[in-house]
Nanobody, 124 residues
Framework: QVQLVESGGGSVQAGGSLGLSCAAS????????VAWFRQAPGKQREAVAS???????YYADSVKGRFTISNDFTKKSVYLQMRGLKPEDTAMYYC??????????????????WGQGTQVTVSS
């Protein structure tokens, strides 16, 4: 029932910045967590960062210090600000939402809703 739409992807030179947005069609008062995942060609999908309704955040080690996840729940949106981009950051980026507690933030099977993705390409 929840629809997620990502935007903000594009092409950038190494060291550059991009900001991604994830807009949800609806959000409830129940606890939930929104995460950004990415998947490069030939590789498994991996968790990048997440944020919950109570403000807890998590980051993959590979992006700590470079990426920042934030939210504006009045606009039903979650953002991912990416700085110091590297070629290895090139991937399709997806936002996803899960309800409730339990399990690891980075486990993709916990997430109930997924967007269609937005492409990020970083050239050297």
């Amino acid at each position: 029932q929840v629809q997620l739409v990502e935007s903000g992807g594009g092409s950038v030179q190494a060291g550059g910045s991009l900001g991604l947005s994830c807009a949800a069609s609806q959000l409830t008062a129940a606890f939930y967590r929104v995460a950004w995942f990415r998947q490069a060609p030939g590789k498994q999908r991996e968790a990048v960062a997440s944020i919950s309704t109570v403000g807890s955040t998590y980051y993959a080690d590979s992006v700590k210090g470079r990426f920042t996840i934030s939210n504006d729940f009045t606009k039903k949106s979650v953002y991912l600000q990416m700085r110091g981009l590297k070629p290895e950051d090139t991937a399709m980026y997806y936002c996803a939402l899960r309800h409730g507690y339990g399990g690891s933030w980075s486990a993709d099977y916990h997430y109930n809703y997924w967007g269609q993705g937005t492409q990020v390409t970083v050239s050297s």
